[in-house]
């Protein structure tokens, strides 16, 4: 059986291949699938206006626009990434989390936000309205990742918005602006 050791080989590699690419939970979510939209009042756009077919979910949504900029899940973990530990008031944390991700204004610059106002929006509608001086009274971070485990669509996922608070719980008043599953901004006063 000289054969059979190299054979076993090659199947070994490609199952690690195959690891690999989908990783320990199957398929992901392709890293160049849009993960978040900034539409409104920004000066840099690398996409078309509001297209009802192509944006179903937006239009679900009810949203709008003529200017927007997407960004992927490549282009947000090349962004400078910042790690924080968060920990909530609710009791259904487990205790404080890592959370991992590019900081909200470089996120927003991107988009060429400037400073305006922005209202953060979440797949199940939630949306939460931060003025210039909120967004300055902290490093929000819009996370991608938790205690290593991208952030995912019935999770979290694909975006959270949140701050670093060490062991400390923010209060729930705080955490109301912790906006989870967010996919859409919008910048400037509506
Ligand atoms: N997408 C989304 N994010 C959200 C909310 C929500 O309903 N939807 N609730 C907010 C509020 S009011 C709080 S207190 C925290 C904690 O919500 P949780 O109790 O669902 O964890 O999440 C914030 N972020
Ligand atoms: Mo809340």
């Known amino acids: 059986m000289p054969f059979a050791p190299r054979r076993s080989m090659l199947a070994a590699m490609a199952l690690a291949v195959t690891f690999l690419a989908l990783g320990p939970l199957g398929p992901a979510l392709a890293a160049e699938a849009v993960l978040l939209t900034i539409a409104g009042d920004i000066t840099n756009t690398n996409r078309g206006k509001f297209d009802p077919f192509q944006d179903g979910f937006l239009a679900y949504h009810e949203k709008s626009f003529e200017r927007a900029f997407q960004l992927t899940r490549n282009d947000l973990i090349h962004l400078p990434q910042s790690e924080i530990t968060a920990l909530g008031s609710a009791d259904t944390w487990h205790g404080p989390a890592t959370l991992k991700g590019p900081r909200l204004k470089d996120v927003l610059a991107r988009a060429g936000a400037g400073a305006k106002p922005v209202t953060i929006f979440a797949l199940d509608g939630y949306g939460a309205a931060f003025d210039t001086k909120l ?45 989870w599953s967010v996919f859409y901004i919008e910048v400037g006063n509506k």
Request: glycine share 14%; charged share 20%.
């Open 135 to 179: 967004l300055d009274s902290r490093e929000w971070i819009l996370a991608h990742t938790m205690n290593g485990q991208p952030l995912g669509i019935g999770g979290r996922g694909p975006l959270w918005l949140a701050y670093e608070t060490g062991a400390k719980p923010a209060s729930a008043e705080e955490e109301a602006k912790w906006v």
